[in-house]
């Protein structure tokens, strides 16, 4: 079975400061891994994922995450924040069906980034 | 523009009501998820279905809950009775099991009285 921690539950930053989002993972077999972004009110939204090759990925509205298979974590970064970019997101990990469980994907419990002006 | 459909938006009921909650997943979609959010328990993964046949429903209360997928058109959650403690916001999502990508409905909000 995988797991998803998410030790940050709110994180505040003011408007063009960097941010970082915290994931850390624990999996016996190989994972893909996913952030989501979930806006008030709205359903959740895929900001980027790794499968393979560069750990460096890079996603939707310059946000970016590096996996660190040593380390087990797929933190998320943004060089500079947007008062849009307030939302819940969401870090997720898949055993790549390696367990029989098919594509399902394990959530963490989500971080809070409040964008101050 | 492709998305998951969810019907109803919002949902107020009193306890001991059926309720149901519909789901179109996107045309071509091969999986079809059913999530319940709440704070405390933040997003918990209810059941989970491949080409129409269900794979896991292991997070969902047997004795109440129901998931079915008439047609691949059509995904269904239907709780009987309901009770306070289901009040949620409950997501659809689907995907194509060779990409593992989930695309989310915008969800339905249940409360219970």
């Known amino acids: 079975a995988q797991s998803v921690t998410q030790l940050d539950s709110q994180v505040p930053v003011f408007e063009e400061a960097p941010v970082e989002l915290r994931c850390n993972y624990s999996?016996?077999?190989?994972?893909?891994l996913f952030w989501y972004v979930q806006y008030p009110n709205q359903g959740l939204q895929l900001l980027l994922k790794?499968?393979?090759?560069?750990?460096l990925v890079k996603g939707i509205n310059g946000f970016e995450a590096e996996f660190n298979k040593s380390q087990t974590s797929f933190h998320l970064r943004k060089p500079s924040v947007h008062i849009s970019d307030t939302a819940e997101y969401f870090c997720a990990v898949s055993d790549q069906g390696l367990t029989g469980g098919g594509n399902k994907l394990t959530f963490g419990t989500g971080t809070q980034l409040k964008v101050e002006l | 523009d492709a998305r998951v459909t969810q019907t109803p938006r919002d949902k107020v009921t009193e306890m001991g009501q059926e309720v149901t909650m519909r789901c179109q997943p996107i045309l071509g979609h091969n999986t079809v998820f059913w999530y319940r959010q709440t704070m405390m328990q933040g997003l918990e993964l209810l059941a989970y279905?491949?080409?129409?046949?269900?794979?896991?429903d292991s997070g969902m209360p047997k004795d109440r809950f129901s998931a079915e997928m008439p047609d691949a058109t059509l995904a269904t959650l239907k709780i009987q009775p309901s009770e306070p403690r289901d009040s949620a916001v409950y997501f659809c999502a689907s995907g194509l099991d060779i990409s593992y990508e989930q695309y989310f409905g915008p969800g339905t909000r249940l409360t219970v009285t």
């Open positions: 790794y499968l393979s090759g560069s750990t």
């Open positions: 279905f491949r080409n129409r046949a269900p794979l896991d």
């Open positions: 999996s016996s077999v190989s994972v893909y």
